[in-house]
């Protein structure tokens, strides 16, 4: 019973705090982060199923590295992508956005280079679990199994692997440097060699890497992905950093103008991307109909959805926010935010799925052998060259025979891998090169000086031989 007396008002309820208005702010944003990376976690394995449902009945032939490696693998890379996208962003948010004056960095950048350096760590972690999980996958066996000698090989002979020994050591430095930095030109040169990490996979690793047109195919898809990131990066960070009157009136319109010229960028740049890893113009509209077509046109819907988001954002909610209302932004920016992090997913998947027939040609898998060297048609053979996403090996050896991917520039390192039930040599007629291959390992050897056609054989049967050309 109350014991206030008749008539008498009950006491008012006790003020709502600060405290207590941050704390639930923060476990509506936990609660959305949580549902967001579980939305995004299902529209990767969904793309993933579908950019390999033409592929996946050949990649059976190879030995499965487990559940683990197999869903963990596509999570691990979304995460270290998202991680990129959020360190570049929040470095250009410190950098270019809001640098301040007289080259010293006001708060809200100095709390966004904090930020930068958690995300760059995570990226770093992301980048170091993906090579393990990388290599675990080619050789079809679980991480634990994985040789040094083995990670060795991967880590200086291949270019996914040069790619992650040299994303960690940048994010390393971006972790440790981003922590420090209190001036503007400190913070663009974090930027610049954030930009450069980004670029590595693109540059070493990938269908781009193994394309005809290399230098172009690497060019156009390094102003993709860089603009891209920029792009996406630039928002978030704006919408997680930006919340000052500095950043409504400095750094918000610096980065419409901005965004206006990504998103160009990203688009031409995507579109001749494309072209070139699908093997021309005239390959574009068979490939429509394949599951890595349909990605590429669900990608680029999503790029033109945000592209119209992004004119209204210049018509309608930037003058609301430099009038002092910025509800609205937030709201539409953070809309704009998920569809740009549900295209990045999309491209994830895309990027790990195998070009179609014919598209993104890897060069001859060998020259016409020696007419006493018995080589199977290596046209004919859908194993020769294959692809193993971010790793395409040099030559690929299984149950059957030997299958040498294309030719290789005199002097530089070959990468053998055995997935056979046994151990196999290669050996020269010449004797140029003779290796051991332990089963379920990879190896490499250096290949000749000269220029040439060069007939190998090896056990564990005379049929297992082949034609390594070096160019």
């Given at each position: ?26 476990r ?22 579908v ?7 050949a ?12 869903w ?6 979304l995460?270290?992508?998202i991680?990129?996208?959020g360190?570049?962003g ?12 007289d080259?010293?960095l ?8 904090r ?6 760590l ?6 170091a ?45 971006l972790?440790?440097?981003?922590r420090?930095?209190?001036r ?17 996979p693109?540059a ?16 156009t ?6 603009a891209?990131?920029?792009w996406?990066g ?19 319109p ?6 206006l ?27 429509l ?21 992004g004119?209204q ?15 609205g ?13 549900a ?22 898998a ?7 060297t ?40 070959v ?6 039930g ?30 040439g ?17 070096v160019?």
């Amino acid at each position: 019973m109350s014991s206030a007396a008749p008539g008498a008002l009950a006491p008012p309820p006790p003020p709502v705090t600060d405290g207590r208005l941050r704390a639930g702010r923060h476990r509506r944003y936990a609660l959305a982060a949580t549902l967001g990376a579980m939305g995004l976690g299902a529209l990767l394995f969904w793309a993933t199923a579908v950019g390999a449902g033409e592929t996946a009945d050949a990649a059976t032939a190879l030995p499965s590295a487990g559940r683990i490696v197999e869903w963990g693998l596509p999570l691990v890379t979304l995460a270290g992508r998202i991680a990129a996208v959020g360190t570049v962003g929040t470095l250009l948010f410190a950098a270019v956005l809001l640098p301040g004056r007289d080259g010293a960095l006001p708060a809200e950048s100095r709390r966004a280079l904090r930020a930068a350096s958690i995300w760059a760590l995570t990226w770093t972690a992301a980048t170091a679990l993906g090579a393990v999980l990388t290599l675990s996958r080619l050789l079809g066996t679980s991480p634990t199994s994985v040789s040094w000698a083995s990670l060795q090989v991967f880590l200086e002979d291949t270019g996914a692997g040069r790619a992650a020994l040299l994303g960690t050591t940048l994010g390393l430095t971006l972790f440790v440097a981003a922590r420090r930095c209190t001036r503007a030109t400190g913070a663009r040169i974090l930027l610049a060699v954030a930009s450069a990490a980004v670029l590595l996979p693109v540059a070493l690793a990938g269908h781009s890497a193994a394309s005809e047109d290399h230098l172009l195919a690497v060019t156009t898809l390094g102003i993709h992905v860089v603009a891209a990131t920029v792009w996406v990066g630039g928002l978030l960070a704006l919408l997680v950093h930006g919340r000052g009157r500095a950043a409504t009136t400095t750094a918000a319109p610096r980065f419409s103008r901005l965004a206006l010229v990504c998103f160009l960028a990203t688009a031409v740049s995507g579109v001749v991307a494309a072209v070139l890893v699908l093997g021309g113009t005239g390959a574009v509209l068979p490939a429509l109909g394949t599951g890595y077509g349909a990605l590429l046109v669900a990608k680029t819907a999503g790029l033109t959805a945000i592209g119209l988001l992004g004119r209204q954002h210049r018509r309608r909610t930037l003058p609301r926010l430099r009038a002092g209302d910025g509800r609205g932004f937030r709201r539409f920016a953070a809309g704009e935010v998920g569809l740009m992090l549900a295209t990045v997913t999309l491209a994830v998947a895309l990027a790990a799925s195998p070009p179609p027939a014919g598209g993104a040609p890897s060069g001859p898998a060998t020259s016409a052998p020696a007419a006493e060297t018995p080589v199977p048609d290596a046209a004919a053979d859908p194993m020769a060259g294959h692809d193993h996403g971010d790793l395409s090996v040099g030559i690929l050896v299984d149950d059957k025979r030997f299958h040498v991917a294309r030719p290789v520039a005199a002097g530089s390192r070959v990468t053998v891998l055995n997935d056979s039930g046994g151990e196999v040599t290669l050996t020269s007629a010449d004797g140029s090169f003779d290796v051991a291959v332990p089963a379920g390992t990879l190896s490499s050897f250096v290949a000749p000086q000269r220029p040439g056609e060069y007939p190998f054989t090896g056990r564990p049967s005379t049929s297992f031989a082949d034609v390594l050309v070096v160019e």
